[in-house]
């Protein structure tokens, strides 16, 4: 079972993802929604024993919306337009599930993750809530061309914003933007509004992730750290304090914004953009002023 054009799965996107970039960088951040992608080509939805919308639980739906105003702020935004259904930017490069496929994976697939395990690998298995994307197995060759012409495409240009800023400012603050359903948080978990990732400690100095939390602890939101979102492969294979590059992922509660059955957007939608604004501007001013050697030593 094919879900490419002949011409490669990139054809398939206009254009895959695209760089909003400002006038002029003037802050030392770069913002990532590798989620939020929302074209859906007719070849994957004839592909898939799923219907649109059920396609559409597994993506951050808005969230490049809901952080557009970083441009204006003078830091880029990278935005997928693939869903993620079809292709997570979120995993290691071949983290990929032997049982998908037909044909030989590569040897160095990494097939035995616990993200494979539950069906989101790469190229997904099933959607947020486990149903199965394909009523059969697809070519492990339709895989391997999603993530060279898509994954790898998105991954150099994410690297070269990191290091552009960090050329320009000395070091780099990577914002990884998501959002989380508002069932994702089991009884025992406390019910949050904003879930910050920083892989316990180790992806930002901690005056990055202190400096947000307390912004959205001021504006009236429910902050908790790491938990059950500490950040996925992206925030770990970029967050490399030492060098002054840091990583930080921020979930959003998706109920904060959009009716989470329908997709829709809510009245509430248009208050978050400007608290988040407002969030990203005191960060920046609290954060933009530290000393680059002192932030890369912590």
Do not use: W
Not at 49 to 55: A, G, K, V
Not at 115 to 139: N, S, W
């Amino acid at each position: 079972m094919e879900s490419s054009d002949p011409a490669g799965p990139a054809a398939l996107f206009a254009p895959p993802f695209a760089v909003d970039e400002p006038a002029a960088q003037t802050l030392p951040y770069v913002f990532n929604t590798g989620h939020s992608g929302a074209v859906y080509p007719a070849s994957f939805l004839a592909a898939s024993r799923l219907d649109s919308l059920s396609l559409r639980r597994s993506e951050d739906a808005y969230v490049d919306r809901l952080f557009a105003p970083v441009v204006a702020l003078g830091a880029p935004l990278l935005r997928a337009n693939f869903p993620r259904a079809y292709l997570d930017v979120n995993r290691e490069p071949f983290e990929l599930d032997p049982r998908m496929f037909d044909g030989r994976l590569p040897p160095y697939a990494n097939t035995r993750s616990m993200r494979v395990a539950g069906g989101l690998g790469t190229v997904p298995r099933v959607v947020a809530d486990g149903q199965e994307i394909y009523p059969g197995r697809i070519a492990a060759a339709e895989a391997v061309a999603r993530i060279e012409d898509l994954y790898k495409p998105y991954h150099r240009a994410l690297r070269a914003l990191i290091q552009r800023t960090a050329r320009t400012f000395g070091h780099c603050f990577l914002i990884d933007c998501h959002s989380m359903p508002s069932t994702s948080l089991g009884r025992d978990e406390p019910k949050a509004d904003v879930v910050l990732g920083d892989r316990y400690g180790t992806a930002c100095a901690p005056e990055l992730i202190d400096a947000f939390e307390t912004q959205f602890r001021e504006k009236g939101f429910r902050v908790v750290r790491n938990k059950p979102y500490a950040g996925g492969f992206i925030t770990e294979h970029y967050g490399e304090p030492n060098l002054g590059r840091h990583a930080l992922q921020i979930e959003l509660n998706r109920a904060l914004y959009m009716n989470e059955t329908s997709l829709a957007l809510t009245a509430d939608a248009g208050d978050l953009v400007v608290a988040l604004r407002s969030i990203i501007v005191a960060v920046a001013e609290e954060t933009t002023g530290m000393q680059p050697l002192r932030m890369a030593a912590e």
